[in-house]
């Protein structure tokens, strides 16, 4: 009877799962908490804008080429990706062009492209005259992230001029090497850009005029917001159960014992390594203190197996070098996130440097009511109230004591858990729906199709 049951669930597990398509994933997003802001600083306030059942109808039949750096399990190409079926939902026509693409057959790009295929999503080479054509012809063009720039010049040389008009540039980056000539040079030319968070906007609008001598087109700040099968896997108890067991039980992880959990590609700029650091010098707290706690382990999810970087060789020599092996688990880079959410009780989002341009998987976990420790950085602290629904700590090696202290203040204290992911869910529910997205992004859509159309009259 026992075993029957155990099959049970992980049919079940295995359901739920296939269920969870695209947006549930390491960041498949899309919302936006959407408020506009001129060059000079100037916002509108977002509340204001009414409310339609459908506001990105107005799309319908529009001819949109979305253009991404490359086709990966990273949060840009995923943001386009979910932007793609939402416009296909709205019965606009939809071309998808990615610029870089591995030389080798890669499984994840096949495995990307053919769920957008199956959605209806045109995909095409990024080179050659009908990537061309399709630029001139088309009402609007998104090019993805700050490394998609590259693809006007060498594809569109001397037909640039004539739909830098039409395009929305959508930025997710913060660090410093993006600022070059060679990639942003047409930024101050097109009809707006958009940004994920004002921590991000604030900072390309002072380093694009300091470092390169230019100004930012008409901003969008846009925050990211979970989709709507996130939100009722999220939402539903037993699922989350299920999905809980499966996943502990994969790991060696008792339901009673604590799990931290972190979700990201696995690099220094997204601090696993003073996360770890942080994980262990908790540990040495509680043995210190003789602190009774549940047993605690980690997850850091966003790994590669197939090739093993120098970073990831230090955390697994680190984690042996410190013999916690039966404590810190690494999972392989996933497109289903949720389930690993599921079986966390907290996450931790520790990017470093500037922090994440806004982070989709802190919104994630907030909606399954997981308290967040975050890095004080980005737009991590557009997201979590410090103290409300997570703890914040400084970004770099000064942090690792403070998050330690963090993990030890969350795996004494039960009912502040439960407090800051209850707190967390309303958040989620007030500010980062994918309703909120649409509505906010449909504002922006509408303002650069008028530009366009105003441009093409002159």
Not at 406 to 414: F, T
Request: net charge positive; hydrophobic share 45%.
């Amino acid at each position: 009877m026992a075993k029957a049951s155990t099959m049970q669930k992980k049919r079940w597990a295995l359901m739920v799962l296939l269920f969870l398509s695209v947006s549930t994933v390491c960041v498949i997003l899309v919302r936006s908490s959407f408020e506009s802001c001129s060059v000079g600083g100037q916002f509108v306030d977002s509340s204001a804008l009414r409310f339609q059942s459908n506001p990105l109808a107005f799309m319908k039949s529009k001819l949109v080429l979305l253009v991404s750096h490359e086709l990966s399990l990273s949060g840009g190409p995923l943001l386009l990706m979910e932007l793609a079926f939402l416009l296909r939902g709205v019965g606009a026509e939809v071309v998808w062009i990615t610029n870089q693409k591995p030389l080798e057959e890669d499984e994840v790009v096949y495995s990307l492209e053919h769920k957008m295929l199956d959605r209806g999503v045109q995909v095409i080479s990024a080179k050659g005259q009908k990537a061309v054509d399709i630029a001139l012809k088309a009402d609007l063009i998104v090019l993805n992230t700050a490394v998609a720039g590259k693809w006007l010049d060498a594809v569109l040389k001397e037909n640039v001029f004539k739909v830098l008009p039409k395009i929305l540039w959508w930025i997710h980056e913060m660090r410093g090497h993006y600022f070059n000539p060679d990639l942003v040079k047409h930024l101050p030319f097109v009809a707006g850009a958009m940004i994920d968070s004002h921590a991000t906007a604030e900072y390309w609008q002072n380093r694009t005029q300091a470092r390169l001598g230019i100004k930012m087109p008409k901003t969008y700040v846009v925050h990211l917001g979970n989709s709507k099968d996130l939100m009722e896997v999220a939402e539903d108890s037993v699922a989350k159960r299920v999905l809980r067991e499966h996943v502990r039980e994969s790991l060696g992880v008792r339901n009673e014992d604590l799990l931290f959990g972190i979700i990201n590609s696995v690099s220094r700029g997204k601090g696993q390594d003073l996360f770890l650091r942080a994980f262990h010098e908790s540990l040495e707290i509680i043995k210190e203190k003789k602190l009774q706690v549940p047993t605690m382990h980690a997850v850091v999810v966003g790994s590669d197996m197939s090739r093993q970087t120098k970073f990831e060789t230090e955390l697994r020599n680190f984690v042996q070098e410190k013999k916690l092996e039966n404590f810190v688990h690494f999972v392989n880079k996933t497109l289903t996130v949720a389930p690993y959410i599921a079986a966390i009780d907290v996450l931790v989002q520790n990017s470093q440097a500037r922090g994440e341009c806004f982070g989709r998987i802190t919104i994630e976990a907030m909606a399954f009511k997981l308290p967040v420790l975050g890095t004080a950085a980005g737009g991590t602290m557009e997201i979590v109230v410090n103290g409300t629904t997570g703890l914040l700590h400084s970004a770099g090696k000064e942090g690792v004591i403070p998050l330690a202290k963090n993990i030890v203040k969350l795996a004494m204290q039960v009912e502040l858990r439960l407090t800051m992911g209850n707190n967390g869910y309303e958040r989620v529910k007030e500010m980062f729906l994918e309703h909120h997205m649409s509505h906010r992004i449909a504002s922006v859509l509408k303002e650069v199709l008028q530009h366009a159309k105003a441009r093409a009259l002159r």
